[in-house]
């Protein structure tokens, strides 16, 4: 994927993949976020992970997608499902230990940089409005405003 300048007069930058399809932005700095976005996606999509059954000690390759099942299955109609960006905290929250167990998301978790995985949060309560960052990985506050 790359950014190229838009063509078709109905934006100024275009983030075209590989397969030639295409998403238009005003500002280069969204189309470079949203690239990032989508490549970090990408790779955590391609990723397999050697999961252990802690019942049965038998090993198995998963996808990504199959840990988000797993993370997110049986869970109530409230439930805010899990995914690419936050998977290692709703697996050590949820499932490592309980029923399988995965050294490299283990490792994710204790062994990152909060500030490297920070992400923005903003919701409303109550009529006020909270903002502020927090870690990606664990869920770890590390700002309000």
């Avoid at 996808?63 to 109609?77: H, T, V, Y």
């Avoid at 992400?119 to 700002?143: D, N």
Wanted: a negative charge; charged letters at 30%; one cysteine or more.
């Amino acid at each position: 994927m790359e950014i190229v300048r838009c063509t078709n007069g109905v934006g100024v930058w275009e983030v075209v993949s590989d397969n030639g399809s295409s998403q238009v932005f005003d500002l280069r700095s969204d189309a470079e976020n949203f690239l990032k976005i989508m490549t970090k996606t990408y790779k955590a999509r391609a990723q397999v992970f050697l999961v252990q059954d802690m019942g049965t000690n038998e090993s198995y390759l998963w996808s990504l997608p199959q840990i988000l099942e797993e993370i997110n299955k049986d869970r109530s109609s409230e439930w805010t499902d899990y995914d690419e960006s936050d998977y290692v905290e709703g697996w050590c929250e949820w499932v490592e230990g309980e029923y399988f167990s995965c050294e490299e998301i283990k490792k994710k978790y204790h062994e990152h940089d909060c500030w490297d995985n920070a992400q923005p949060y903003e919701f409303e309560e109550h009529g006020r409005r909270y903002h502020g960052w927090e870690c990606g990985i664990c869920g770890k506050l590390l700002q309000t405003g």
